[in-house]
């Protein structure tokens, strides 16, 4: 099993940036593609960013050219750096890593933008 814990939640005014942490442990030789998928409240969660081993990344219309995804496969790291951030950004943020067995999931780190 794959083991995935996210960091770097907060809350920060609109326009702020912030730098999300997701790191694997477990069986970790089994991952290939991971991401960031968001939950805002009364919402269905929705993907944020992928990226697969080898770099390719792809995003979500609305977070495109302010959000940037890279990983670390040394460290079984993923980072989402978010920038100029708006209050519509505001949810729980959940790191994915797809493996053999499925797509393990984090428990989310939460993250609100203030007007």
């Known amino acids: 099993q794959v083991q995935l814990v996210e960091s770097g939640g907060g809350l920060v005014q609109a326009g702020g940036s912030l730098r999300l942490s997701c790191v694997a442990s477990g069986s970790t030789s089994s991952i290939s593609t991971m991401g960031w998928f968001r939950q805002a409240p009364g919402k269905q969660r929705e993907l944020v960013a992928t990226i697969t081993e080898r770099g390719s990344t792809s995003y979500a219309d609305s977070v495109k050219g302010r959000f940037t995804v890279t990983r670390d496969n040394a460290k079984i790291t993923v980072y989402l750096q978010m920038n100029s951030l708006k209050p519509e950004d505001t949810a729980v943020y959940y790191c994915?890593?797809?493996?053999?067995?499925?797509?393990?999931w984090g428990r989310g780190t939460q993250v609100t933008v203030s007007s």
């Open positions: 994915a890593a797809d493996t053999i067995r499925g797509r393990a």
